[in-house]
């Protein structure tokens, strides 16, 4: 009765979004109506890409807030993103397959590559420098094929920008692993790539940034093992999916409730019995939206690798309090064992797909073992990705840019762009330094801080005892000779993601200011404060020193801090108010007006008890008014 009926009108109005996929090719543009799926939308997606095996991919936007959400295929798209300017959706992994290997398609393989490329290049699949250098010439395999000296010259490594911290000595071993991967067709080269990187702890990590009992900073990552969480350059805790009994979020509150197995001595027993209990564990995020898109990502990866059967999926809850009603999400699609047993029965011929490069002036060199199957000889790139659309730029450090200038060759051009990055992850809600990606060649280690939670001493890496007249460890830093710091490769980097995102990009055709036109804008800002802080007042007086004119000025006003119980009370009080003004309302309307309705009638009747207290009013009001008479 009181549902707002939609024309015919809106129901046909027609919506367009932008679909950006993983090898940064151009961007599709379709159409939606206010009444489409989300399903429907992914479907057109991957019928777009050839793509069976879409279980383990989703669509990515983000709405107004900066925060990140995966399209939910049982809602309608005009719903989701509404608000949302402009309607941009990435193309992405969700699921990382435990084992990649068991894919049954080649083409579904290759974009589970690129999802791990760009992870690789932007820091979230931390490994150590001697693994990164082997999956470094993996991708350069993969995109040149063989290594000939006439076709690759000296430094032609500078050209890929494929790890965070990208040094020459790197580049070098790159080179020389290259050498020896002669004969490996893109997809073998690809396949040595993905098993690679599914042993590493960081695969399929996408890192959310909270923070622990203590306050420190930590990394939260959620894939098909579990939860687990990061600190420094080691992974510090573990929670299987199967320890794990109960996920859920209390405004910024995240909560993960383990089954911990403690042994107890019984008083007449001699064997000890060991008895589960639960012991919860939480972590605080930066914003409700931050908590509650990892309580729903963390769910839904649980529910995808731990079911058998997608019908007995569960409808879960969490979030709500007295005065809200919380958050539900129930799991759709399949979960990863029908997703496996799906692609058994899958019929159909390989097929074809062109594979992009991330320099089109590097020509691929084509050898003999290309010619085993037909599928490889038409994946090779056919259409070159657009400059504006290039997300694989050459980065060179300040010290190596003159020389990688002089060895540019007339038909290679190179894009210098020391400012511009694309992640996944969103940073202005974190605050992560985004400015550059040029580091200095020899790697900065950093000791991490130590942690709190139980982890495997195994994995900790051994840290050499300090040699005699080294200074002693402040504040957990560890002294480290400098002469280390240059030699070293095989030391693993702190996990520290790049922060920036690229699922709210501006569009890539409009200039950003350059470093230069930074640092100017920053001085002219400076200058207007600092004008602004020496004004002259109108009694011919200089205004007050720059340190007392924000006092003066008045301008600064601290935002007011709401409590939870001050808004409880305030709810409590209104409640009660309004209920006293009904009552009220209800008692003069039976007893004091004389309107004939059957449930008037009737309610007079229930309530004849109250006749004395209302003679007792009436009395009451009698007296007074007597008095003012």
Same mark, same amino acid.
Request: aromatic residues 8%; positive net charge; hydrophobic residues 30%.
């Given at each position: ?436 990606? =040029?580091? $200095?060649?020899?790697? &900065?280690?950093?000791? @991490?801080? /130590? %942690? ?6 195994? #994995? ?75 004004? =002259?007042? $109108?009694?011919?007086? &200089?205004?007050?020193? @720059?340190? /007392? %004119? ?6 600064? #006003? ?72």
């Amino acid at each position: 009765m009181f549902r707002k009926r939609s024309t015919k009108g809106e129901v046909q109005t027609e919506y367009s979004c932008s679909i950006r996929f993983l090898d940064d090719s151009e961007p599709i543009q379709l159409n939606f109506k206010k009444d489409t799926l989300g399903q429907w939308l992914f479907d057109r997606v991957c019928e777009k890409l050839s793509l069976v095996e879409k279980d383990y991919f989703g669509l990515r936007y983000v709405d107004a807030e900066k925060q990140r959400h995966w399209l939910d295929p049982l809602k309608t798209v005009y719903k989701q993103l509404k608000g949302v300017n402009p309607m941009v959706l990435c193309f992405r992994v969700k699921f990382y397959p435990e084992d990649p290997m068991k894919l049954h398609e080649e083409i579904t393989r290759y974009y589970l590559y690129l999802q791990l490329r760009r992870d690789l290049h932007h820091g979230r699949l931390l490994c150590s420098p001697q693994d990164a250098v082997h999956l470094a010439s993996y991708i350069v395999q993969s995109e040149v094929g063989d290594y000939d000296p006439q076709d690759h010259p000296p430094g032609y490594i500078t050209a890929f920008k494929m790890l965070p911290k990208q040094n020459a000595k790197m580049e070098e071993q790159i080179q020389e692993l290259h050498k020896t991967l002669k004969g490996q067709v893109p997809a073998e080269a690809e396949s040595n790539f993905l098993k690679k990187a599914a042993v590493l702890d960081t695969y399929g990590v996408d890192p959310h940034q909270v923070k622990d009992q203590r306050g420190d900073q930590l990394y939260l990552g959620v894939t098909h093992q579990g939860i687990m969480t990061f600190r420094g350059s080691r992974r510090t805790q573990l929670h299987k999916w199967n320890q794990i009994r109960r996920i859920a979020y209390e405004a910024k509150m995240f909560i993960v409730h383990v089954n911990v197995a403690e042994e107890e001595d019984a008083a007449n027993a001699k064997k000890r019995k060991k008895e589960k209990q639960q012991q919860p564990h939480g972590y605080k995020c930066l914003t409700v939206g931050a908590c509650k898109y990892l309580w729903r990502c963390a769910v839904e990866q649980q529910l995808f690798f731990t079911l058998a059967s997608s019908c007995n999926a569960p409808k879960l809850k969490s979030g709500g309090t007295l005065f809200s009603r919380g958050s539900k999400f129930r799991f759709s699609g399949r979960c990863q064992v029908e997703a496996l047993s799906a692609s058994e029965n899958i019929k159909r011929s390989e097929p074809k797909f062109p594979r992009t490069n991330s320099l089109p002036n590097f020509s691929r060199n084509k050898h003999a073992s290309e010619s085993k199957s037909s599928t490889l000889n038409t994946s090779i790139m056919s259409e070159p990705v657009p400059e504006d659309r290039r997300r694989y730029n050459v980065y060179l450090a300040p010290s190596r840019r003159a020389q990688g200038m002089a060895e540019e060759t007339p038909n290679q051009s190179f894009e210098i762009t020391p400012t511009e990055a694309a992640v996944d992850v969103p940073g202005n809600a974190f605050g992560a330094q985004t400015s550059s990606l =040029i580091v $200095p060649e020899s790697p &900065v280690l950093k000791a @991490p801080l /130590a %942690a709190e939670e139980k982890f495997d001493m195994q #994995k900790v890496q051994a840290v050499s005892a300090s040699a005699p007249g080294q200074k002693t460890p402040v504040n957990g830093s560890v002294p480290v000779d400098p002469s280390f710091l240059e030699t070293s490769t095989d030391s693993m980097p702190s996990y520290q993601p790049n922060m920036t995102m690229d699922d709210d990009e501006e569009d890539d055709k409009t200039p950003k200011p350059s470093l230069d036109e930074q640092i100017k804008q920053l001085e002219q800002q400076y200058e207007k404060i600092t004008s602004d802080q020496n004004h =002259i007042t $109108p009694g011919g007086k &200089v205004g007050a020193s @720059p340190k /007392a %004119a924000p006092a003066s000025t008045g301008t600064s #006003k601290s935002p007011p801090k709401s409590s939870m119980c001050a808004t409880c009370c305030k709810v409590l009080t209104y409640s009660i108010l309004f209920a006293v003004l009904l009552m009220a309302v209800t008692v003069v309307v039976l007893f004091y007006t004389k309107l004939d309705h059957p449930l008037l009638d009737e309610g007079r009747k229930q309530l004849q008890f109250l006749e004395p207290v209302k003679h007792y009013i009436d009395d009451s009001v009698e007296a007074i008014a007597s008095k003012f008479k």
